[in-house]
């Protein structure tokens, strides 16, 4: 297997951090999207959508959409529950991220990270904040309840969320209100096989 991705990405992190808590390894081939190379045709032919992270199977198939990835790598793994409720409780998370937290989070990171935190993007990146707290309001609530977003274990779901929540703080996000968040970082910092961003 192959991945396509950014090392500063949280969308592409969370493939990182799957497969070294699975021990699993694949070659990763380093994408940079300031410098355009998503939107190259090489790169186009294979993701018609032109986004990372992309993996690239052996036979030349290929997956798109960064959860939808880590399924495949997760298939039959316990990241993945098998009962109908609690699977669908882990999509429910994951769209939950994908719209909810991630427009708001990632973006406001996006902003400050990746292009310095222009003046003409400053009125953007203050809008984000709201929709920011509040998706970290509604994780905090969960895992004031449980220590993982699905129960007492870990599952795609915490790996999801981690990714773009752990570096919050870059997207200009408060985390010292939120103590089950902290809480949950460090257990999953704390998992075997954990890796830091940009490892």
Known sequence: MRIYGDSRSGNCYKIQLLLSLLGKTCEWVDIDIMKGETRAPSFLEKSPNGKI?????DD????????????????????VPSSPYQSSKLLQWQFFEQYSH??????ARYINVYLGLPAEKKAEYDAKQAGGYKALAVMEHQ???TPFLLGDTISLADISLFAYTHVAHEGG????AYPA????????????????MNA
């Not at 992270?53 to 199977?57: M, Y």
């Not at 030349?60 to 990241?79: C, D, K, Q, W």
């Not at 996000?173 to 010292?176: A, E, G, P, W």
């Open 173 to 176: 996000f408060d985390l010292s």
């Open 102 to 107: 991630e427009p708001y989070i990632a973006v």
């Open 60 to 79: 030349g198939r290929v997956l798109s959409e960064s959860n939808a990835i880590m399924h495949y790598i997760a298939f039959n793994t316990p990241l």
């Open 181 to 196: 968040i902290r809480n949950w970082i460090q257990l999953i910092k704390d998992q075997k096989g954990f890796v830091p």
């Open 53 to 57: 992270p992309l993996l690239e199977l």
């Open 143 to 145: 895992l004031s309840l």
